[in-house]
């Protein structure tokens, strides 16, 4: 064959592809620009035959954003692998021209102090947001197509749907999960494909793309707000309020295609207004229904999904007036996998997820007075509801710790919600809140809604299986103390994420010793920075009262001792390190200058017993829990900014184990670690170490007798009464603990305990693992209240027959060294701010446990 005809049939394949691929996609928004390029000519592939990296979205959308007056483009953040966070705002010419005025018009239909009945002059404002799980791909793909047809079609449809839309894009709003999948799955990809759902291509392996860098499920991210993609979009969110907002997934291969309306929510005492579900998504999905049915797509709605936890991208905005809605596709996981109704392609989960971005966009402008009149009443209605509640506002603050009332006040902020310093000492309930270290919320205010989802708790529900946690009372996650009030004070000086600011004072040079309280949350970070500038650190192992910084102070146990005398440094190089670390973490420092306390025990005690520095390594990969991983790692180097060594489960047979004093073990089967293995870890905790264990690792351990501690035996139900067949799901499922709050009694002498002043305090348990108080009596560190439930869905039986029996935290000694065993996950979402403290003490304070008998 001649070099010209093998040419022109390349030339011909190629016209082919990518005339398949306008009939395939966007056929009905036909003609286009020709001045644009498609996603096929820039990429050099057509959609859906690989997977397309996140520079390459970037560097398209840049490319459309710089050839058509219809699109600009912002970017409104970065991920902590440093990936663009990009928005496209798409519209015509003459809306990009007066893009400001609008918005400033659209804000005032949101604003609850305007009644706006006139919409006609105002487009309707859509975020079209998709990929939030980075193995659910096809929504960015579709994106892209989505942003070429908007950008290059010159079909009449599409200008009318320009005119009247503003229209936000956000491609990939989970970009390091993407790229991390992307990789896997265009590695190895088949040629020719393999649809086979063995091969390597459908099965990634730890710790998947699923989630962001730090593994953090960034579809639980939002309402916590910890994770840099999750606050971008936050700030991003509260300076347009879209009408509508999109939240694009992927589920199991096996199932077909959901939309909207989802199942009503599981609380007898909703949040998101009713009308949410009986108005807004019952008309959309007409759209969506009609749309899919022209191209023949299976779906299913009003099942296994509900709108309970108000942190998805499709539940969020609906606590903000927007409508939230969610879109689930059989997932292809690779370019096409085989499934009991025949093979599954990428292509054709792409199709599904453009043709529903453009149902949304069709059902937008057709219902443009519903939302519009809607969102004007929304926040109206809040206030209206705050009114007519008896409370009128919450107050709260820890009279301890300054960095955790900070990252509370942070956190409501972040979510627009009005808060005020107290201006005087105040009790409440038997509780004093002190001026300085306490705040308070007025209920009457927008975000009336929030402020619910942030302070109340439920224990009633219509139903009894959760696709996700049925708790998040937030302030319990920041074991934040907190009462509602009847009536609110003369409130002053409202409080903004630029003043949220801690001041610490002066102290002065000591040729003695200086003191530092162990309350503050960022205590351990502290304690690390100056052992890792070589200060010798001390703890009290019992409270001291005595003069510092000139006034009378009382330090509890755990707090921190930095003599002058023995350090291996000048007193003046010491003095310039306490003042720079106290700047950093915002902590007090006070200088003593004589050793003779006024009472408890004196500077020179026994009972100030001198510090290790921590090295910590974590199991990682093979069958650990990567949410866990992640949340331990997130802590260790975002908060505390600590190094942890994370080494793979297939080579911690052949790992120095000597190198460390603390490893930690996450939830996981294991199974990599042999019994000679197992007994070497038992023999290196014996020398003096720590280890420390969380949720199904606690189990472990003791199943796999490294610890002589025990798990509570199973109440077999013995009842053998007929039940429905159909009811099985919900039978079974609510004897699960899908996520709960619950309250423990803490032993505050002990070393985990130490910088907490409460007996009292919530965890969160999301599992079944119930440990048996520990056989010494000295060593139950933690256990469930006879009363506990605080917040979310649990049955009776559970209550009765495991949580008030078990223990929450028990430390097991082995020879010379301890495990602390965690029955639950102190870290969990990284937003447990409360229960993170427990942690770093083992951490820091482990080697200090010695088990009397």
């Known amino acids: 064959m001649g070099k010209l005809k093998q040419l022109s049939i390349i030339v011909f394949l190629l016209i082919q592809s990518f005339a398949n691929s306008q009939n395939y996609y ?23 035959d690989y997977h397309t990296r996140h520079d390459l979205i970037v560097a398209y959308l840049e490319k459309l954003a710089s050839l058509s007056n219809r699109v600009s483009i912002e970017v409104y953040g970065k991920t902590t692998e440093n990936r663009k966070l990009l928005v496209l705002t798409i519209t015509s010419l003459k809306n990009h021209k007066n893009l400001a005025s609008l918005k400033e018009k659209h804000l005032q239909v949101v604003s609850e102090k305007t009644n706006v009945t006139d919409y006609n002059n105002l487009p309707i404002f859509i975020n079209l947001a998709y990929n939030v799980h980075g193995n659910e791909p096809s929504s960015s793909e579709a994106a892209l197509l989505a942003a070429y047809t908007l950008v290059a079609s010159e079909n009449p449809k599409i200008k009318e749907y320009l005119d009247k839309t503003i229209i936000f894009l956000d491609p990939t709003i989970n970009p390091d999960g993407r790229d991390r999948y992307t990789n896997w799955v265009n590695r190895y990809k088949g040629n020719p494909l393999i649809a086979d759902k063995f091969d390597i291509e459908h099965n990634e392996v730890w710790p998947k793309g699923r989630t962001n860098h730090y593994l953090f499920d960034l579809n639980r991210d939002l309402l916590l707000a910890v994770q840099p993609e999750s606050n971008a979009r936050l700030k991003w969110f509260h300076q347009w309020y879209p009408n509508v907002v999109t939240d694009f997934h992927e589920m199991s291969t096996t199932s077909t295609y959901f939309f909207e309306p989802k199942p009503l929510s599981a609380s007898l005492n909703p949040v998101t207004p009713n009308e949410n579900y009986t108005s807004l998504t019952l008309t959309f999905a007409k759209q969506f229904s009609a749309d899919l049915d022209k191209i023949g797509s299976l779906y299913f709605t009003k099942e296994r999904y509900d709108a309970t936890y108000p942190g998805y991208g499709s539940t969020y905005g609906d606590l903000q007036g927007s409508l939230a809605l969610l879109f689930e596709q059989a997932a292809s996981r690779g370019l096409v996998q085989e499934t009991t109704t025949g093979n599954l392609s990428f292509a054709f989960t792409i199709r599904n997820q453009y043709v529903s971005t453009f149902a949304t966009i069709k059902a937008a402008i057709k219902n443009k007075k519903l939302l519009y009149t809607y969102q004007n009443n929304f926040f109206k209605k809040a206030i209206e509801q705050a009114s007519k509640s008896k409370v009128k506002g919450y107050i709260f603050g820890d009279n301890y710790d300054k960095n955790r009332n900070k990252a509370f006040v942070d956190l409501l902020l972040k979510h627009q919600i009005k808060v005020y310093p107290i201006t005087k000492n105040k009790t409440v309930n038997n509780k004093v ?19 619910r989802t942030m302070f109340e708790t439920y224990k009633k529900y219509r139903d009894s299986v959760f696709y996700d946690a049925s708790s998040w009372s937030v302030a319990n996650f920041y074991n934040m103390k907190y009462g509602t009030l009847l009536k609110n004070p003369i409130l002053k000086n409202e409080i903004t994420l630029a003043s949220n600011n801690i001041t610490t004072h002066n102290f002065a040079l000591s040729n003695y010793a ?33 003069i510092a910084n000139g006034t009378k102070k009382y330090f509890d146990r755990g707090s921190l001792l930095i003599p002058v005398s023995i350090q291996n440094m000048t007193k003046d190089t010491l003095f310039s390190i306490l003042n720079t670390v106290s700047k950093q973490h915002s902590i007090q420092i006070y200088t003593v200058n004589t050793g003779y306390s006024l009472k408890g025990i004196d500077i020179g005690s026994t009972n100030f017993v001198t510090l290790k520095q921590p090295k910590v390594m974590m199991i990682v990969e093979g069958g650990t829990s990567s949410y866990e991983v992640g949340e331990v790692w997130h802590l260790f180097e975002q908060r505390m900014q600590m190094p942890i060594v994370k080494v793979p489960e ?14 930690i073990l996450v939830s996981g089967n294991y199974e990599q670690l042999s019994k000679k293995i197992k007994d070497k870890l038992k023999q290196w905790v014996a020398q003096g170490n720590t280890l420390i264990t969380t949720r199904a690792a606690s189990s472990w351990v003791i199943k796999n007798e490294i610890v002589a501690e025990s798990l509570l035996k199973t109440v077999k139900d013995s009842t053998k009464i007929r039940i429905d067949y159909a009811n099985s799901r919900g039978v079974i499922g609510k004897q699960n603990i899908g996520g709960a709050i619950f309250k423990i009694n803490l032993d505050l002498t002990h070393p985990i305990a130490y910088g907490y002043h409460d007996k009292e305090m919530p965890i969160y348990k999301n599992n079944k693992v119930f440990l048996n108080p520990s056989k010494s009596r000295f060593s139950t560190v933690a256990k469930y209240t006879q009363n506990p439930h605080i917040d979310g869905y649990v049955t009776p039986y559970n209550i009765n027959n495991y949580i008030k029996k078990s223990a929450a935290i028990i430390v097991s000694e082995i020879g010379n060294g301890r495990v602390v065993l965690f029955a639950d996950n102190p870290n969990f979402r990284g937003a447990w701010y409360g229960t993170n403290k427990l942690f770093m003490n083992a951490v820091f304070f482990g080697n200090l446990i010695k088990v009397p008998y």
């Open 26 to 48: 966007f056929k009905e928004y036909q003609p286009f620009n020709k001045n644009i390029p498609t996603p096929e000519e820039f990429l050099g592939y057509q959609i859906g």
């Open 433 to 451: 809140y002190k001026k300085g270290n306490a705040f308070i919320v007025p209920t009457k205010q927008k975000e009336y809604l929030m402020i």
């Open 514 to 546: 200086y003191l530092i309280s162990w309350d503050d949350y960022y205590s351990p970070a502290i304690l690390y920075k100056l052992q890792q500038k070589g200060v010798i650190v001390k703890t009290a192992m019992q409270p001291i009262t005595t």
């Open 650 to 663: 297939r080579i911690f047979n052949r790992t120095d184990l000597q190198r460390y004093n603390v490893i």
